[in-house]
């Protein structure tokens, strides 16, 4: 419970400092909970309707790698269709719901938004909601088939007898495609912890060379071929965002530096 403690004070300052007790908090995170769980029921219905459409789109990144691939991923058991059902619509009800979710979450980290800082939430979700679907995008057309092929003909050179089940197949892709989205997501998490002064220019500068060992051992585990090219691919611009990320939150340490000694100006004006 400590590091709830902890994060309810956090609340706390963004509310004006407005103390509250500890059940008024956990009231607001079940509310919070019960609007996560309708949401993501309902995107789930919405694309459990489309569940054939959303099959053969997931089918595409198998037949850009290998087309005989088609008929090498099966089922086992009586109820796996159904189960498949149920996975391809959790992770696209999870993907539609991204946008509504990420403002919930905001909305309870974040109770007390000043109408200048709201002006800059619904930016930043959609932000966010696009690099997600960039990185999607980019996993979906070129990371997935291009992994796809690479293990397939790896298991041709190793003479293994290729028999994939469609669950094991669903969940790769969810991981592969979601995963990369997540990980487009590095300008928006760096802004905002920026926004909110967790983290400075100073700090994101010196901690430089270390982000950038940990982003291409990023890139080199996602990355589906060992080659150099593929692996520069999905490293760089990683390393750009970063990069990008670093010098905007600089301007925002520069706006609130000049507001702040414009306030201290005007304090001893009057």
Known sequence: MTWLTKFFKFREKSDGDVVKPFLDHMEDLRWMIIKVIITMIIAMAISFFFVNDLMRLVQRPMIMAAPELQHK????????????????????????????????????????LTRTEKKFLFPGIIASFSLFVSGALISYNYILPKTLKFFYDYSIKMQVNILWEWKDYISFCAWLTIGFGLLCQLPVVMVGLGFV??????????????????????????????????????????????????????????????????????????
């Open 73 to 112: 991923i099966v089922t086992r058991t009586i109820i796996e269709p159904f189960i498949v059902s149920m996975m391809l619509a959790f992770f696209a009800g999870l993907t539609l719901a991204l946008p509504f979710l990420g403002y919930y979450v905001l909305s309870f980290v974040l109770p007390a």
């Open 197 to 270: 002064g967790i983290v400075d220019f100073r700090f994101l500068s010196t901690t430089r060379p270390y982000a950038v060992v940990i982003i291409l051992v990023l890139a080199a585990v996602i990355a589906p071929t060992p080659d150099p090219v593929t692996f520069l691919t999905l490293g760089v611009p990683i390393i750009l965002l970063y990069e990008i990320c670093i010098w905007l939150v600089w301007l925002i340490d520069r706006r609130r530096r000049l507001k702040a000694e414009a306030d201290a100006k005007n304090d001893l004006l009057s």
